[in-house]
C-alpha cells in the first residue's frame, strides 16, 4: 500500500473533503485516547503506560526480594522499548504508584524522595531508585507461562503483554482515573480483604444483587482515611449503576488545652486533597471572615497529618465549628465514581460493582486455563523426553557405540531403539557427567510424579467446579496475606451519618451564650438584662408606661412576637437593647404595621406547637417552626378580617383544650378538633352570642384542668369532674365551677 492510499479521496481538482477527513482523523484520535490511554482494562485495572512499566521492571529483575535500580533507567528502558512518550509523563506515572497516599496497594516500592500528602514533587528520576512491590509480582504472576497473549511493540522489534495475570483485584482495590475523548473514569480505592470476600461469595452466587455484595463492601478504603458520610442507599444506588459519589470528609477529634478551652485536631483528611493547598484555603476564609467561628489554622503535621482549628471562644460547640468549616472546605469533598472500563481490553463499558468483579475471576479463570495447558505441555515434553533418557540408561553401551561409530547417531537411535526424535535428541545433548546420576530409579520417579501432575492437570481442564476451586484458593491466599496480620490490611476510611441539613445553626453558634432577663413594656419599649436574678417589678419605666411581661431566656435563644394583627416577628435576643435606660421601641427593631400592638412575646422552641386565635374566637394549632419570619416585615400566621384582632398564642400540652368567654361560660373539648395549619383564619373554638373569647388552656386529660386565683391558690378539676363541661368544638358552654377567677383568666 502506497501513502496515497492512506490520504482522503480527492477529485480531479485535487479537492480534499476536509468534513470527511477530520472526522476519520478524529475518530481514530478519539478511538486511541480511550483504548490506549484514559480508560484502564476491567482486568488487570491498568492503562498501557502503568502495565509497560511493570513489564519492564520485570525483565529488568526488579523483584520485591531484589535490590532497587535507578528510576531513570527504567523509565528509559519504557520509552526506548514499550512507550515513545515524554519520560516526565512515565515517571509521573511511576511516581503515583509509588505514593502510599496515593495508591492504596503501592505497585512500586520507591527509595528516596517520591513526594508527599502536601504536593511536593518527587526527586528527579536520576536521584530516585525503585523495585515492585509483592502486589506488582502478583499482577505478574504467571506471565511466562503463557497466560496472556502478547503483542509486537511500536517499533516491532520486541513484544508486550496485551493484560496481565493479574492476581489481585486491582482495578477495584487502587482504583483509577483518566479523561478521555467524550467519556472518563472515576473509580475510588477499596479494601482487598473486603473484595476478596465478595469474591469469593460471588464465586458462589454468580447472580448476587448489589445489596449482597454490600455485605462485604460497603464502601471505598481510602489510602487517607477520611470517613465516608454518603447514605447507604445512595452507596448502592451507584454501585449498582456503575456512576455516583461518595461525600467523604476529614477525620477530627477535640483537644482540651485547659481552662475549658479547646482545639480541634485532624489527622486525615479526605482522598487527593493536597494539605498544602487545604491550609491556605482555611487561611484565607478566615482572614476574608468568611469563617466566622474559626481563630487560626496551624499545621503541625510531621510523619503523620496533624491540623489544628483554633475556635473563635471556647463556647463554640466543636460540632457546629466543623460544620460551618466542612461547608466552605475540602475538609469534606466528594469523591465521584464512574466504573467506565475497558471490557476485554477493547469496548468501553459503564460497570456495576458485581459486573467489574465478575469480569476480573472470569479473567482468573482464563488465567488458570492457559497456566495449565501450558503446564501440560511442558509435562507431556518431559515425559516424552524421560523415556528416552530410560532408554539410554538400559542400553547405555550401544548408546555409546552408535553415538562414536555411525555417521547419522540420531536416526540410528530412532531406528535402533524405536524413539522419537525429541527423544533422540535429549539423549545426544546430555553431557558426561550427566551419565552417572542417570538412574533408573530416579527417571522413574520423575516420570511418575509427572504423570501424576499430568492427570490432575486433564481433570482441571476439564472440570469448570475445580477450576473455580482452584480460584478459591487463590483469593483466599490473598485474602490471608493483605488481612489483619498486613500493615496494609485494616480498614482505613470509616462510616458516619452527617447532620442533616438546617439542623446546625452556625449564626447561633457565633453568639456567645449568656443568661439574660428580657423585659417588654405596655407601649413596647423592649430591653435586655444581664442574668436570671432581676426583679422586673422594680424596674424604671417612662410616664404612663409600665410591665407588660418579663421573659427569662439565654443569648442564644430566638424570641417570636405576635401583634393584632396575625403577624409574627422574630427577634435575636443577643441583638437587643442592654439594660441602660429604657431600651429601645420594638417598632425600631421590627416593621411593625401601624395601629397593630403587641399581644405576646414568647421563647421559640424547636418542634413546639402554639395554639393561637383571634378575639373572636376563631384559632389552630401550629408549629413554632412554622411562625418564624426571616424579615424585619414578620410572617403571617393568623389571617384577619374587619374589626378581628389577634388575641392569644398558648402552648400546646396535652390532649384537651379549655376555653372561657368573655361571657364566663367553660367549654372543654379533645384537642384532636382542630387543625394544624401553618397559616389560616382557623375554626371557632366556642360559639358566643355576645363578645368573643376570654382565655383558652390545652392540658392533659390525665392530669386534669387546673387554674389559679387572684390569691395565688391553684385548683384542680379531674376530666369526672369536669364531665357537665365536656362537649364538641364551637358549643356554647356553661358557666365555670366554683373557685374560678373572677377575670376569666386560667392564671387569676
Known sequence: ?????????VDKQGVIDLKKALEERYLSYAL???????????????????????????????????????????????????????????????????QDFAVRYPLVDGQGNFGNIDGDSAAAMRYTESRMTDVAARLMEGIAENAVDFKETYDGEDSEPYVLPSNFPNLLANGSTGIAVGMATSIPPHNVVELCDAALYLINHPDAKTSEIMKFIPGPDFPTGGIIVEDKASIENAYETGRGGFRVRARWESEDVGRGGYQIVINEIPYSVQKSRLVEKIADLILSKKLLLLKDVRDESAEDVRLVLEPKNRTIDPIILMESVFKLTDLESRISLNMNVLDMGIVPKVMSLSQALGAWLEHRKVVLVRRSQFRLEQINHRIEILGGYLVAYLNIDEVIRIVREEDHPKAELMKRFEISEVQAEAVLNMRLRSLRKLEEFEIRKENDALVEEKSHLVSLLGSTKKQWGVI??????????????????????????????????????????????????????????????????????????????????????????????????????????????????????????EGHDIVDLFIHRANAKRLITSDLGNGFVVEENAMIANTKKGKQVLNISGAAEAKLCTPVVGDSVAVIGQNRKLLVFPLEQLPQMG??????LQKYKDGGISDVKTFSSVAGLSWVDSSGRTYIRSMEELRDWIGERAQAGRQPPTGFPKNNKFMG
Not at 511493570?54 to 526488579?62: G, S
Not at 419599649?525 to 418579663?550: C, T, V
Request: hydrophobic share 35%; charged share 30%; aromatic share 4%.
Open 1 to 9: 500500500m502506497s501513502s496515497s492510499d492512506l490520504l482522503p479521496p
Open 32 to 98: 486511541t485516547t480511550i483504548t490506549q490511554r484514559a480508560l484502564p482494562d476491567v482486568r488487570d485495572g491498568l492503562k498501557p503506560v502503568h502495565r509497560r512499566i511493570l513489564y519492564a521492571m520485570r525483565l529488568l529483575k526488579l523483584d520485591p526480594n531484589q535490590g532497587y535500580k535507578k528510576s531513570a533507567r527504567i523509565i528509559g528502558d519504557v520509552i526506548g522499548k514499550y512507550h515513545p512518550h515524554g519520560d516526565q509523563s512515565v515517571y509521573d506515572a511511576l511516581v503515583r504508584l509509588a
Open 472 to 593: 478459591t484458593q487463590q483469593v483466599s491466599e490473598i485474602r490471608e496475606a493483605y488481612g489483619e496480620k498486613n500493615p496494609n490490611g485494616a480498614r482505613r476510611t470509616s462510616f458516619e451519618n452527617a447532620p442533616k441539613a438546617g439542623t446546625i445553626d452556625l449564626e447561633a453558634a457565633m453568639i456567645e451564650k449568656e443568661s439574660i432577663t428580657v423585659i417588654l413594656s405596655e407601649k413596647g419599649w423592649i430591653r435586655a438584662l444581664r442574668g436570671h436574678n432581676i426583679d422586673a417589678s422594680a424596674q424604671a419605666f417612662k410616664a404612663e408606661d409600665s410591665l407588660k411581661l418579663a421573659i427569662k431566656c439565654e443569648t442564644t435563644d430566638k424570641l417570636l412576637l405576635l401583634t393584632t394583627g396575625g403577624k409574627v416577628y422574630t427577634l435575636n435576643a443577643d441583638k437587643l437593647p442592654g439594660g441602660r435606660g429604657h431600651g429601645e421601641p420594638v417598632r425600631i427593631i421590627v416593621d411593625i404595621e
Open 679 to 684: 397559616r389560616g383564619k382557623g375554626v371557632r
